[in-house]
């Protein structure tokens, strides 16, 4: 194939993409009402390989949504409910003895758990023990898990969005930062807007049932993720990320003051890379084929926003990594 050869197969490939985004909203619009950004958002992380930890109070629809995206794109889903008393075996899965009924010899038969699925909606991941915790955040960062000395590898492709909620905490194991770094996204699921409101309760309270199709494969999902990482980047655009990602960094000589005043802890080298996935795929998806300065900017509040760490001076002021990212961007 030459190079018109190839740059046309890109431009299709492309247009295929943007085309099949449209038909996975359509489709998720006939369940889910408004929310629009996150469902963007959450798009963009499952084309850039990424995972996503949605926060947000009970009854907002997190796990409907997710759970309707796992139908519009075909794709095999798995909820985990975290619980305190909840072990690495139930999520990764457990060997169980058998005897042949005719040699009596006995053998380990390995019983996949929960994680071997496609989408995987972690329930309030923060109320199970950290050990448990790094079982599922072991499997995101290597799309494997070994148990018994026998690795397997999860089935491509492999998206984990975890849920917490922000206004229980009794009971609950805060994540480490370490393990936050793992989360592409962090997203912030909203109150819907009054006229929203109105729409949820009209259509919840009636005899209505949407008829979901499946608009997506997962061999197609595989074939966009793969044409993100295809896409170009300019030098200047990911100095401008890498840039932003340095800022954080009180450490760092060049940092502005309220960086020093406020923060404790800035941004590792994971962010970079991901402020760049997360422009890359918003430049596909909405029809370009080089990302800009601006589609670094959209990234920087889902990315930033968990893996900024701020101090006691800016709890005392008021100051949340949110207002940062900010004054940042401006």
């Known amino acids: ?109 390995f019983i996949p758990g929960p994680i071997f699925a496609n989408i995987i909606l972690a329930d309030e991941i923060n109320r199970t023990p950290p050990k448990t915790q790094a079982a599922l955040l072991e499997a995101m960062q290597e799309h494997k898990v070994t148990t018994a000395g026998i690795t397997s590898t999860l089935e491509e492709p492999f998206f984990v969005l975890a849920t917490q909620n922000p206004i229980e905490q009794e009971g609950t194991y805060r994540l480490p930062e370490a393990q936050l770094d793992r989360f592409m996204f962090n997203l912030w699921l909203d109150y819907p807007s009054f006229e929203e409101e109105i729409k949820i309760v009209q259509t919840t309270t009636s005899e209505y049932e949407p008829k979901l199709s499946s608009v997506v494969t997962s061999a197609e999902i595989i074939e966009f993720q793969n044409l993100v990482r295809k896409v170009p980047v300019a030098d200047n655009v990911i100095e401008f990320a890498v840039n932003i990602v340095n800022q954080t960094r009180p450490s760092n000589g060049k940092s502005q003051k309220f960086i020093k005043d406020w923060i404790s802890w800035g941004a590792g080298p994971r962010a970079s890379q991901y402020l760049i996935l997360a422009a890359k795929t918003r430049a596909i998806t909405t029809g370009k084929f080089t990302p800009n300065i601006d589609d670094v900017k959209f990234g920087m509040l889902p990315v930033l926003r968990h893996r900024i760490i701020t101090n006691f001076s800016a709890e005392a002021e008021g100051v949340s990594s949110v207002d940062i990212i900010e004054k940042l961007k401006a």
């Open 1 to 109: 194939m030459n190079d018109i050869e190839k740059n046309k197969s890109a431009v299709e490939l492309v247009e295929k993409l943007n085309e099949s985004i449209k038909k996975i909203k359509a489709e998720i619009s006939k369940v889910i009402i408004g929310q629009e950004d996150i469902i963007d958002q959450l798009l963009i992380s499952l084309l850039a390989k990424g995972h996503c930890l949605l926060v947000g109070v009970p009854g907002l629809a997190k796990t409907l949504l997710i759970k309707t995206l796992a139908q519009v794109i075909d794709l095999k889903f798995s909820r985990i409910q975290f619980t305190p008393d909840l072990m690495p075996s139930d999520i990764i899965g457990t060997e169980l003895v058998e005897e042949d009924p005719v040699t009596k010899k006995r053998h380990f038969r």
